[in-house]
């Protein structure tokens, strides 16, 4: 078995295209961090050989002051404007550091803006293969798993995945660099204040070690916490009109509050870590200075070192403890990026369950004929849905489905472009194993108009055209007369071009079901899925919709699921269903005459009017 690799591996393989991106930040964080260590030497450089005497005899030469001094003698040379002398090499000193400080604003830009762009990047590319595998997921996936808390990981982890970029890839390379350069300088100057200087190194590292692990397992739990209340919060959002005629508000606002409380105490608690973590280290960072200068005088009254070369010391204690506290409040960051892309590739490690096969071949244009044979089926982890079910539906026939809620009606359907796949037996398309076609050539065969029509945020016109993009104008005018939906969209503000809300919320009940009658004839599918699709209608609704699926149904092969028996009477094959088992098959009329489970369901719909149907059938 191969050993999968780490989540953090994993996400560093999307830095990799943008390494050289990656990389130039770095580069230009190194000569942020290391032009101003410039500065002190200078500092020094004017101390000890401009401002006091070179007689000094605590004055010693060192390489730093001989390129400084021949520096400035040559601009001062090639520069009259600076004048002669010490007042030359004065003002030559001072052009050199701001050209030092113009470059160092250049790095800075490019630091940010190179650093930037791989961050941006790298969470577009992930980002985006994200939604391409939760776009594999099967359905059983979405059964499970609240849209909340799938849209809490694309856009709050994924996000704080890309600080690690920002952050942990160029910080650690860049305050590295500065900080190895700045001991080097540091031993270069005084080797025993060097000595004192990095005592406070293996504080840092302690602190470091003790904090990272609380600080990202407290991130993950707020994490974690948030997607809860993400799931939570949309659930509540998009059925507010529930909410609202249950006079559940306060409830609901109770609810909220309790589960926004003890979010807020895993913030607070992360942030309390973290505030320990800068109080450790920014007490590291000030006491120690403090000894440092405190020896450091003491050198200097001894006659043992020169003013200069205190000032530059001291200067230099900013430039190497910057760093050091760097590395710790880097720790936070990481622990934190970790934290969050360790839950996105908890969602990339989940497996669809339904799988297109390497083989699979195009379903060619099909007639229409579907067939069950010994089909079984179970929700994972659950017991059977279905159970031996076996009959054949031909070509251009139209077949309802009726039994009791549970008895397996839509659960069978989804069977047929495999949303789920049989547990064993087969589902044949015109002789072809569904398993066995491609997704894409197998679905754009089949059109489904469910009782509740998923429409999107967008302006009609899309969501009619969203099963076939490139229909024509003419189609599409078409497919909305055949609907009865031309009516009602004439007296729309904007027409096709009219934004229907979320979820079509702007258009009634059977509005937005003459919406999804018109998508299904658009797409033009060889076999037709109407669940419940005239359901929960009013009486005129209801007319128009059965008006236009009975144009919509003509020449196709249909299933209809439907618990009223009123909209089955016509189907050439009634199938009833009970406990996931096919118990009849027949005509409305034969399946009466039997006596059986459906002449019991009939009984308890039709009561009254139960003689005359059977009279008229007669």
């Keep these: 078995m191969v050993a999968r690799r780490s989540p953090l591996r994993r996400f560093l393989a999307y830095v990799t295209p943008y390494r050289w991106l990656v990389a130039g930040a770095a580069g230009m964080g190194i000569l942020k961090f290391c032009l101003p260590l410039i500065f002190p030497l200078a500092l020094k450089y004017i101390t ?193 009109s529930v909410i609202k005629a249950f006079n559940q508000e306060r ?68 430039s190497l403890y910057l760093p050091l506290q760097r590395f710790s409040e880097l720790g936070l960051i990481v622990s934190n990026s970790q934290a969050a892309i360790e839950r996105i590739f908890e969602y990339f490690d989940l497996a669809p369950l339904i799988t297109e096969k390497p083989e699979a071949k195009n379903l060619p244009p099909v007639r229409g004929q579907i067939r069950f044979e010994h089909v079984h089926f179970a929700y994972e982890n659950q017991l059977p849905a279905l159970a031996g079910i076996d009959f054949e539906i031909k070509p251009g026939e139209m077949v309802a489905l009726v039994g009791a809620s549970g008895s397996g009606k839509s659960t069978l359907v989804s069977l047929i472009p495999r949303f789920y796949d049989v547990t064993s037996g087969r589902v044949l398309v015109d002789g072809h194993d569904v398993r066995d076609v491609t997704f894409k050539s197998l679905r754009q065969q089949i059109g489904l108009v469910l009782q509740e029509s998923i429409l999107f945020s967008a302006s009609l016109r899309e969501n009619l055209l969203y099963g076939r993009p490139k229909a024509s104008e003419a189609e599409l005018r078409r497919a909305a007369d055949a609907a009865n939906a031309t009516e009602f969209i004439q007296t729309l503000p904007d027409g096709f071009d009219t934004v229907i809300g979320e979820r079509g919320l702007k258009l009634s009940g059977g509005q937005r079901q003459r919406v999804a009658i018109a998508r299904a004839f658009l797409k033009d599918p060889r076999i037709l899925i109407l669940d419940e699709a005239t359901s929960s209608l009013d009486s005129e609704s209801e007319h128009l919709i059965q008006e236009a699926l009975a144009r919509l149904m003509r020449g196709r092969t249909t299933i209809i699921i439907a618990h009223r028996l009123s909209t089955v009477v016509e189907a050439n094959t009634i199938v009833v269903l009970q406990a996931g088992r096919v118990v009849e098959i027949g005509r409305h009329v034969e399946l009466l005459a039997r006596g059986g489970h459906y002449a019991f369901l009939a009984r308890r719909q039709f009561r009254d009017t139960l003689p005359v149907l059977r009279a008229e059938a007669a």
């Excluded at 607070?268 to 200075?289: D, E, I, M």
């Design 48 to 240: 000890d050989d401009i401002l006091v005497d070179s007689s000094n005899p605590t004055a010693k030469e060192d390489a730093t002051s001989r390129i400084f001094a021949w520096w400035t003698t040559r601009l001062s040379e090639a520069l009259p404007i600076l004048g002669n002398g010490k007042i030359g090499l004065l003002n030559a000193t001072a052009v050199t550091i701001f050209a030092i400080y113009v470059l160092l604003a250049v790095a800075t830009f490019y630091r940010s803006d190179l650093a930037g762009r791989a961050g941006h990047r790298l969470v577009f590319d992930l980002r985006f293969d994200f939604y391409l595998h939760i776009q594999r997921m099967s359905h059983s996936f979405f059964a499970t798993q609240r849209s909340g808390a799938i849209v809490s990981r694309f856009m709050s982890d994924v996000a704080l995945a890309q600080n690690f970029v920002g952050s942990a890839l160029t910080n650690v390379w860049m305050d590295g660099a500065s900080l190895f350069i700045v001991i080097y300088i540091i031993f270069y100057l005084e080797r025993r204040l060097a000595w004192v200087a990095l005592a406070v190194m293996p504080c840092y590292v302690v602190l470091i070690r003790y904090m990272s692990p609380r600080i990202k397992k407290a991130s993950r739990r707020s994490q974690e916490k948030l997607e809860e209340i993400s799931g939570d919060l949309q659930e509540k959002i998009a059925g507010m």
């Design 251 to 318: 409830r609901e606002a109770r609810r909220f509050f309790r589960a926004s409380h003890e979010l807020s105490n895993m913030f607070l608690h992360n942030v309390r870590l973290s505030s320990w973590n800068q109080a450790f280290s920014g007490f590291l960072t000030t006491v120690a200075p403090l000894v440092v200068i405190w020896i450091a005088a003491m050198f200097v009254l001894r006659v043992e070192m020169t003013v200069g070369t205190m000032i530059a010391f001291y200067s230099f204690l900013g």
